[in-house]
């Protein structure tokens, strides 16, 4: 069996495909984010909409998962998820927070990080509204990050709201909703030739927006 070092040591591509310049970047970093959201979402990608969520406890132990954009403005970056999960806890009392795209085939990842808040209630509503029936069951049938006796359980609960709720229209639990990831800093990465790639860092320093490219 090969060794497992060497073959992740050979595992090495070259990105070639374009450039990223700070000075015909967009000024505004929403309006570059959108132009490279809507040439990930026009690439036939495989959830291109999904990022990485970087949070950490009060005293800086930090955790990183997946979780999928489902609003995005000048606001900011809207995800939803359940209040109480080990994320719900950690920005409940740790409000920063950190995501990352990353779009392999267009060899491109963005990192933004920032403030969060929740949404609205109306809004989390508005979007639980349009969740498709099982995705709501499922939403309020599990105590996310709480130790559950097995599967069992939980397919029980699913199997208890779906009686309460035949037909869906189960409402919002007050513990399921959305946050908003308020952005103080932005950066598009660009991989380029021979490990030269294009760093474009974003920060908002009294006012505007600053814009510098990194080294990579
Ligand atoms: C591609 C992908 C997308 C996901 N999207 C979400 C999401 O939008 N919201 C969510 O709560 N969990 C989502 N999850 C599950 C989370 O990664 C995680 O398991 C869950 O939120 C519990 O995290 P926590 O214990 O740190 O709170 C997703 C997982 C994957 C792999």
Same mark, same amino acid.
């Given at each position: 069996m090969a060794d497992l070092s060497t073959e992740l040591a050979r595992l090495r591509i070259d990105y070639a495909g374009r450039d990223l310049d700070e000075k015909t970047v967009h000024r505004d970093p929403f309006q570059q984010f959108r132009s490279w959201l809507d040439q990930a979402l026009a #690439? #036939?990608?495989?959830?291109?909409n999904a990022m990485a969520l970087a949070t950490a406890t009060a005293s800086g132990v930090p955790s990183c998962r997946m979780v999928l954009l489902k609003g995005f403005d000048p606001r900011g970056f809207v995800f939803f998820s359940n209040y109480n999960s080990n994320k719900g806890v950690e920005l409940e009392h740790n409000p920063l927070a950190a995501l990352t795209f990353y779009w392999a085939e267009l060899e491109r990842q963005v990192r933004i990080s920032g403030t969060v808040e929740r949404v609205s209630a109306a809004e989390s509503d508005e979007y639980f509204a349009v969740r498709p029936p099982l995705a709501r069951i499922g939403a309020a049938a599990s105590p996310q990050s709480s130790v559950i006796p097995g599967r069992a359980w939980l397919e029980q609960q699913v199997q208890s709201l779906q009686a309460l709720h035949p037909d869906g229209a189960i409402p919002r639990p007050a513990g399921w909703g959305g946050y908003r990831v308020q952005p103080s800093s932005f950066e598009f990465w660009q991989g380029r030739r021979d490990r030269l790639h294009d760093r474009v860092l974003y920060t908002f320093e009294t006012g505007s927006w600053k814009i510098a490219r990194l080294s990579p």
């Open positions: #690439s #036939s990608l495989r959830e291109p």
